[in-house]
């Protein structure tokens, strides 16, 4: 008897040291699908969803509170990456969270208006716009989204979109164009 419970404490042990390995070897953080999702979504931060940011959207999309058409600054791509992410149907966008754009735009500050107030600052949820209280501000091109947001809040409409300078960086070979007629020989 003495024996039996020796075997069996002693295997008590040995399973509970295995499962304590197992649990910190194969930990996983938090959820891969909600990284994968938040992975997709174009990281503007925006707040256009309803969520505070493309984490949240993320989250609320893998609990199934959000629709995956929430989402303008990622528009069509977005949603049919999503959907065939999640194995669900495409939908168009809601136009309840703003408009697609057909091409991304950033904003800049013309200074010679700026008052400084810092409202812009304070409305950018990316902090693209540098500047300090009672002195003129400007739109850092690399870091802004172009989600608009510091727009509304500006007193003296010192602030304007501009369409992105395309590049080497960003340029793209167009498509071919379908002839109807064949070439002659």
Same mark, same amino acid.
């Given at each position: 008897?003495? /024996?039996a419970?020796?075997? *069996? %404490? *002693?295997?008590?042990?040995?399973? $509970?040291?295995?499962?304590?390995?197992?649990? !910190?070897?194969?930990k996983?953080?938090g959820?891969?699908? !909600?990284?994968?999702?938040?992975?997709? *979504?174009?990281?503007?931060?925006?707040?256009?969803?309803?969520?505070?940011?493309?984490?949240?959207?993320? #989250?609320?999309?893998?609990?199934? /509170?959000? /629709?995956?058409?929430?989402?303008?600054?990622?528009? /069509?791509?977005?949603?049919?990456?999503?959907?065939?992410l999640?194995?669900?149907?495409?939908?168009?966008?809601?136009? #309840?969270?703003?408009?697609?754009?057909? #091409?991304?735009t950033?904003?800049?500050i013309?200074?010679?208006?700026?008052? $400084?107030?810092?409202?812009?600052?304070?409305?950018?949820?990316?902090?693209?716009?540098l500047?300090?209280?009672?002195?003129?501000? %400007?739109?850092?091109?690399? #870091?802004?989204?172009?989600?608009?947001?510091?727009?509304?809040?500006?007193?003296?409409?010192?602030?304007?979109?501009?369409?992105?300078?395309?590049? *080497?960086?960003?340029w793209?070979?167009?498509?071919?164009?379908?002839?109807?007629?064949?070439?002659?020989?």
């Amino acid at each position: 008897m003495l /024996e039996a419970i020796i075997v *069996l %404490t *002693l295997l008590a042990v040995v399973f $509970g040291l295995l499962l304590g390995f197992a649990a !910190v070897r194969f930990k996983v953080e938090g959820d891969p699908v !909600v990284d994968q999702i938040d992975s997709l *979504l174009p990281q503007t931060q925006c707040g256009q969803c309803t969520y505070a940011g493309c984490r949240p959207y993320a #989250e609320a999309i893998a609990n199934g /509170e959000a /629709e995956i058409n929430q989402c303008p600054p990622g528009g /069509e791509t977005v949603i049919v990456a999503l959907a065939d992410l999640l194995g669900v149907d495409a939908k168009p966008l809601n136009e #309840e969270h703003g408009e697609a754009k057909e #091409e991304k735009t950033v904003v800049i500050i013309d200074e010679q208006i700026c008052i $400084g107030c810092t409202l812009c600052i304070q409305a950018c949820p990316v902090d693209a716009i540098l500047g300090a209280a009672k002195q003129m501000h %400007t739109v850092i091109k690399d #870091e802004c989204t172009g989600c608009n947001l510091c727009i509304p809040p500006c007193p003296v409409d010192c602030i304007y979109i501009k369409p992105v300078e395309t590049g *080497l960086k960003e340029w793209k070979w167009p498509l071919p164009t379908h002839n109807e007629k064949e070439p002659q020989s």
